[in-house]
C-alpha cells in the first residue's frame, strides 16, 4: 500500500517568501506528525494532529509556522517570510492512533527546504 | 540539552565487519526505546522498539540491547552489507508526555566500505 508521501521534494525559495509544504498520510491513520531536521541534529518536534482534537503546536518555534490539517487526512505546513534558518529537511510521519508511544510512526521522504 | 546523546557521531566499517552503535538517554519517567535506519533522502524506518522489560530484540542483522537501569541502548549490526550505510537514530519515549512524544538523537552515519 502506499505510504506517507510529501511534496515537493526539494524547495528553494528566497528569504521573505512563503512556501507551503505538504503531507499525504497514510490512510486510515488518525495520527500525523511534522518533524524538521537541520544537518547533524536530531529530527525536532513540530506539531501533532490526532482525529478532531486540537493540535499540539508547542514544537513550532515562531508564529511564521503554522500547519492545518484538512478533513482528518492530508496536511499543509506553512513558513510565511521564510528565513535562511529555516533551511532543513521537513518531515512528515503519521501513525494508525495517538496519545501512545507504542503505535508506529511511519515517515515520508521529506521536503528540502532551501531558503536562499 | 538532547535527553538522547549518540555515538560514535560516525564510522566507517568495511563490509561483513560487526559494529556497535551506543545511545545514552537521560528521558524518565522511561516508556520505550526504538532504533531507525535512514537512509539518504529517505525518512527513518523502524528497525526495533523496547520498553523497559525487554533487554535485547533482533531484528535480522540487526540487534539492539536496553540497560533501563543504566539509560543505556545498543545496537549492534552483524556482518555488515553495503546496503547498511544510512543514519541510525535513537529514540525514547517518556511517560510524561500526555501523548507519548518521541525524542531523538542526533544520529550515527555508518559508511560501510567494499
Known amino acids: 500500500g502506499a505510504g506517507v508521501s510529501q511534496s515537493p521534494s526539494n524547495k528553494v525559495t528566497e528569504k521573505g517568501k512563503d512556501v507551503e509544504l505538504r503531507c499525504d498520510p497514510i490512510?486510515?491513520?488518525?495520527?500525523l506528525y511534522w518533524y524538521r531536521q537541520s544537518l547533524g541534529q536530531g529530527l525536532e518536534f513540530l506539531i501533532y494532529?490526532?482525529?478532531?482534537?486540537?493540535?499540539?503546536k508547542s514544537g513550532l518555534p515562531s508564529d511564521r509556522f503554522s500547519a492545518e490539517r484538512t478533513g482528518g487526512s492530508v496536511s499543509t505546513l506553512t513558513i510565511q517570510r521564510t528565513q535562511q534558518e529555516d533551511s532543513a529537511v521537513y518531515l512528515c510521519?503519521?501513525?494508525?492512533?495517538?496519545?501512545?508511544?507504542?503505535?508506529?510512526?511511519?515517515f515520508g521522504p521529506g521536503t528540502r527546504l532551501t531558503v536562499t | 540539552k538532547n535527553q538522547v546523546e549518540q555515538s560514535p557521531q560516525s564510522l566507517i566499517i568495511l563490509e561483513g565487519k560487526n559494529c556497535t552503535l551506543q545511545?545514552?538517554?537521560?528521558?524518565?519517567?522511561?516508556?520505550?526505546l526504538r532504533w531507525y535506519k535512514q537512509d539518504t533522502g529517505r525518512g527513518p524506518v523502524s528497525l526495533t522498539i523496547?520498553?523497559?522489560?525487554?533487554n535485547t530484540k533482533s531484528n535480522g542483522r540487526y540487534t539492539a540491547t536496553l540497560d533501563a537501569d543504566t539509560k543505556q541502548s545498543s545496537l549492534h549490526i552483524t556482518a555488515s552489507q553495503l546496503s547498511d550505510s544510512a543514519s541510525y537514530i535513537c529514540?525514547?519515549?517518556?511517560?510524561?508526555?500526555?501523548?507519548?512524544?518521541?525524542?531523538f538523537g542526533a544520529g550515527t552515519q555508518v559508511v560501510v566500505t567494499p
Open positions: 510521519a503519521s501513525s494508525l492512533g495517538g496519545g501512545s508511544s507504542s503505535y508506529e510512526q511511519y
Open positions: 490512510s486510515g491513520h488518525t495520527a
Open positions: 494532529f490526532q482525529g478532531n482534537s486540537a493540535p499540539d
Open positions: 545511545c545514552n538517554y537521560t528521558v524518565s519517567p522511561f516508556s520505550n
Open positions: 523496547m520498553t523497559f522489560s525487554e
Open positions: 529514540v525514547v519515549s517518556g511517560t510524561t508526555d500526555s501523548w507519548g512524544k518521541l525524542q
